[in-house]
């Protein structure tokens, strides 16, 4: 059974830095591209950022484009995401999820999902 | 970016009701196209993938049509468990996008 386990939120000033890790466990981490969604309080899914299984290619979200960065460590099983200049509206529950396929491509769909971790941006 | 509408946002329905909620891309997605539930407090579930296929483990009282631009997700027969939050989510192009969710309620 392919477990996720997120961690790292917390609560953090506006402008500030954040990383979040997520460990994966009962699957061949590499073979998959791992995503992050985050859901704001409250409100719908927002998808955030993925990357593939190598690394080697990364997408995000206008929203965050430019502020955060995805990455990986297979040798650790570790999804992580850098969150600068975090800003209120950055508050969220963040879901690391894995991808069906490898690469970011087309059919590809979330599952299974973490159980998140909060991250709070005070202004 | 597509955007995702899903109609309506919230509805009232009764166990073993017969349910139907839609789901229309701005542009068209092909069948790349994902249906997810959430349970109150608790994290989103995959429930159709690729327009029309059931996920593993999920109930045949599920199941999902539609290409293109217009979708849907039916539960034949609701269950105390569907009442959540459902939401729709194409995979065409990224960004990836999400509708912002179908409340079924008691």
């Known amino acids: 059974e392919v477990q996720l386990v997120e961690s790292g939120g917390g609560l953090v000033q506006s402008g500030g830095s954040l990383r979040l890790s997520c460990v994966a466990s009962?699957?061949?981490?590499?073979?998959?591209?791992m995503s992050w969604v985050r859901q704001a309080p409250g409100k719908g899914l927002e998808w955030v950022s993925v990357?593939?299984?190598?690394?080697?290619?990364?997408f995000y979200a206008d929203s965050v484009k430019g502020r955060f960065t995805i990455s990986r460590d297979n040798s650790k099983n570790t999804l992580y995401l850098q969150m600068n200049s975090l800003r209120a509206d950055d508050t969220a529950v963040y879901y690391c999820?894995?991808?069906?396929?490898?690469?970011?491509?087309?059919?590809?769909?979330?599952?299974?999902w973490g159980q998140g971790t909060l991250v709070t941006v005070s202004s | 970016d597509i955007q995702m509408t899903q109609s309506p946002s919230s509805l009232f329905a009764s166990v073993g009701d017969r349910v139907t909620i839609t789901c229309r891309a701005s542009?068209?997605?092909?069948?790349?196209l994902n249906w997810y539930r959430q349970k109150p407090g608790k994290t989103p579930e995959l429930v159709i993938y690729?327009?029309?296929s059931l996920q593993s483990g999920v109930p045949s009282s599920f199941s999902g049509s539609g290409s293109g631009t217009d979708f849907s997700l039916t539960i034949s027969s609701l269950q105390p468990e569907d009442f959540a939050t459902y939401y729709c989510?194409?995979?065409?192009?990224?960004?990836?996008?999400f509708g912002q969710g179908t409340k079924v309620q008691i």
């Open positions: 542009q068209s997605v092909s069948s790349y």
């Open positions: 009962g699957l061949t981490f590499s073979s998959y591209a």
């Open positions: 990357i593939s299984g190598s690394g080697g290619n990364t």
């Open positions: 690729a327009a029309s």
């Open positions: 989510q194409q995979s065409y192009s990224t960004p990836w996008t």
């Open positions: 999820a894995k991808n069906w396929l490898s690469t970011p491509e087309s059919y590809n769909w979330f599952d299974p």
